[in-house]
């Protein structure tokens, strides 16, 4: 935790104050703000939004800064939430070996048809992050699964 002491902020009810217990990590909204809050009032407001319904993006450690692109911290080109319902999706992970040379191949052809130099240079960036996860977690496989089977050699 940082050196100064950080307070939890979500306000409870009926009493309209702050929680005020040391904070254990950051709630993520889905507008990307974060809300200081104890473990507890983190637990409740994630089983409160599960049960409306609603998500909340994830909670984080105060200690930590998540790299852009994760669930904790979603990059603000994140197309999910903007995915119409029916709208067909593919989702890469930091585990799949093909990855961050794909993220990078979109983020050339990207570039080459004009897109942002903020999109592009974070999708790179996202790559690099990759990379170092994989060197970190080198023990996490990709499975593609086939009818529920493993491929072979896999």
């Known amino acids: 935790m940082s050196a100064t002491a950080v307070t939890c902020q979500i306000v409870t009810l009926p009493t309209g104050?702050?929680?005020?217990?040391?904070?254990?990590?950051?709630?993520v909204w889905p507008d990307r703000t974060r809300t200081a809050a104890c473990a507890d009032c983190a637990l409740s407001m994630s089983l409160k939004a599960q049960a409306a319904g609603s998500d909340i993006v994830g909670v984080e450690?105060?200690?930590?800064?998540?790299?852009?692109?994760?669930?904790?911290?979603?990059?603000?080109?994140?197309?999910?939430?903007?995915?119409?319902?029916?709208?067909?999706?593919?989702?890469?992970?930091?585990r799949d070996p093909l990855a961050p040379a794909l993220v990078r191949m979109w983020a050339a052809q990207m570039w080459q048809q004009g897109e942002k130099i903020e999109k592009v240079t974070e999708a790179r960036g996202i790559a690099d992050a990759m990379e170092a996860w994989k060197k970190e977690h080198p023990s996490t496989r990709c499975y593609l699964d086939w009818a529920g089977k493993e491929p072979a050699g896999g």
């Open 17 to 27: 104050q702050a929680c005020g217990a040391p904070a254990a990590g950051r709630i």
């Open 61 to 94: 450690p105060l200690d930590r800064d998540w790299p852009v692109g994760t669930k904790n911290n979603p990059s603000k080109f994140a197309g999910y939430d903007k995915a119409a319902v029916d709208e067909p999706m593919f989702t890469l992970l930091a």
